[in-house]
C-alpha cells in the first residue's frame, strides 16, 4: 500500500542526467527498504535517453514515486527543485549511479529519532562506501557525535565523501546559489554554510554505495569548477574565513586564487572578496598552478 502523503517522513531525491541505465538498478535498493515512511523524487536534469518512459514503469512501486522534468541546469537546480517538492521531513540525496542497503531508511529514520534534542540539529549523516563493503574515506569512525562539519573535517580530520541527510527545513533555510550560465555549485560551499548554524549527528554506519562513474562529476571535478568559476570562488572565499585551522584557511585562499582567474571581474574587486595581505603570498603560488592547469 502507497504511503500517504502525511506518513512520509523520509524524502529519498534523485537527481539524474541520462542515466537510464542505473536508475533500474537503483530503483531495485529501494524496493528492498525495511523502512516504509518515505518517498522517492526524482529531477531529470535534461535526459534524452528516455527516462521519463522508464519512470513510469515505477508506479507500481509501495512507495509514492515523483517525477519532475527540467531543462539542463546542472545538479544544484535540481536539488533545489527536489527540496520544494519534498513532503518528507529529512531529505536523503541518492545519485542515479549509486545504491543504498535495505537498512539505510531505518538507520536513518532511528539515528534522528533517538537523537538528544532533534530539534537542535541539521540532521544526521552517515558512511558511504564502495560496492563491496568498504569505507570511503577514514577507516576510524565517529559513533553517535554531534558537531558541526568543521570540527568533523578539521578538528577529528574525517577524510571521504559522507552520506548527509538533512533537514528538509534546513536546506529550504539555505538552498544552492543559482548563478546564470553556471552549471556546478560545489555542495560544500551549502553543506558549510549549514555548518555555520546547524550540527549534524555523524555515525559510523555504511548507508550509502556508491560507484564512481568515468563521465560523474568526481571524474570531471576541476573542468567543472574551471567552468563555473563564481560558485567556485565563492566556495573557497567563504572556507578561507571559516572557523579551521591556518593552514588550511590558506590553502582555500590559494585555490580561490586559483579559479579567480577564470573570473571576469577585476584584481580590485577580487581582492575585496578576501584578505589582502594574505593574498599577497597566495598570489604566488595561485599563479603557478593556474600556469600549470593551462599547460595541461
Same mark, same amino acid.
Given at each position: 500500500m502507497i504511503q500517504e502523503h502525511r506518513d512520509i517522513k523520509i524524502t529519498v531525491f *534523485?537527481?539524474?542526467?541520462?542515466?537510464?541505465?542505473?536508475?533500474?538498478?537503483?530503483?531495485?535498493?529501494?524496493?528492498?527498504?525495511?523502512?516504509?515512511?518515505?518517498?522517492? $523524487? $526524482? %529531477?531529470?536534469?535534461? #535526459?534524452?535517453?528516455? *527516462?521519463e518512459e522508464l519512470v513510469k514503469q515505477f508506479s507500481s512501486a509501495h512507495f509514492p514515486v515523483r517525477y519532475y522534468y527540467q531543462d539542463n541546469a546542472g545538479k544544484h537546480f535540481a536539488i533545489n527543485r527536489g527540496v520544494q517538492e519534498a513532503a518528507g521531513n529529512l531529505f536523503f540525496i541518492l545519485d542515479s549511479d549509486d545504491v543504498i542497503p535495505e537498512n539505510a531508511l531505518s538507520i536513518v529514520a532511528q539515528k534522528y529519532d533517538n537523537a538528544k534534542d532533534p530539534s537542535k540539529i541539521g540532521g544526521v549523516a552517515g558512511r558511504k562506501a564502495y560496492f563491496d563493503g568498504r569505507l570511503i574515506g577514514s577507516q576510524n569512525g565517529i559513533n553517535d557525535e554531534i558537531m558541526d562539519v568543521f570540527e568533523f573535517r578539521y578538528g577529528r580530520k574525517m577524510t571521504g565523501d559522507m552520506c548527509e541527510v538533512f533537514k *528538509?527545513?534546513?536546506?529550504?533555510?539555505? &538552498?544552492?546559489?543559482? $548563478?546564470?550560465?553556471?552549471?556546478?555549485? &560545489?555542495?560544500? =560551499? %551549502?553543506?558549510?554554510? $549549514?555548518? *555555520?548554524?546547524? &550540527?549534524?549527528?555523524?555515525?559510523?554506519?555504511?548507508i550509502y554505495y556508491a560507484e564512481y562513474q568515468p563521465e560523474g562529476l568526481t571524474a570531471r571535478i576541476f573542468e567543472i569548477r574551471k567552468k563555473s568559476p563564481v560558485a567556485t570562488t565563492i566556495c573557497y572565499q567563504e572556507l578561507s574565513k571559516a572557523p579551521i585551522p591556518f593552514k588550511d584557511r590558506f590553502r582555500a585562499l590559494i585555490n580561490y586564487w586559483r579559479f579567480?582567474?577564470?573570473?571576469?571581474? #577585476?584584481?580590485?574587486?577580487? =581582492?575585496?572578496? %578576501?584578505?589582502? %595581505?594574505? #593574498?599577497?603570498?597566495?598570489? &604566488?603560488?595561485?599563479?603557478?598552478?593556474?600556469?600549470?592547469d593551462k599547460r595541461k
Open positions: *534523485t537527481p539524474t542526467y541520462n542515466r537510464k541505465q542505473l536508475l533500474l538498478r537503483l530503483f531495485e535498493s529501494l524496493k528492498k527498504q525495511s523502512y516504509a515512511f518515505f518517498e522517492w $523524487i $526524482i %529531477v531529470d536534469d535534461g #535526459s534524452a535517453d528516455g *527516462t *528538509t527545513s534546513v536546506l529550504k533555510e539555505f &538552498p544552492f546559489p543559482e $548563478i546564470k550560465g553556471e552549471k556546478f555549485c &560545489p555542495e560544500a =560551499l %551549502v553543506w558549510n554554510r $549549514i555548518g *555555520t548554524k546547524y &550540527p549534524l549527528l555523524w555515525f559510523n554506519e555504511a579567480a582567474f577564470y573570473l571576469d571581474s #577585476s584584481l580590485g574587486q577580487k =581582492l575585496k572578496a %578576501v584578505d589582502p %595581505v594574505l #593574498s599577497l603570498f597566495a598570489l &604566488p603560488i595561485a599563479s603557478l598552478m593556474y600556469l600549470n
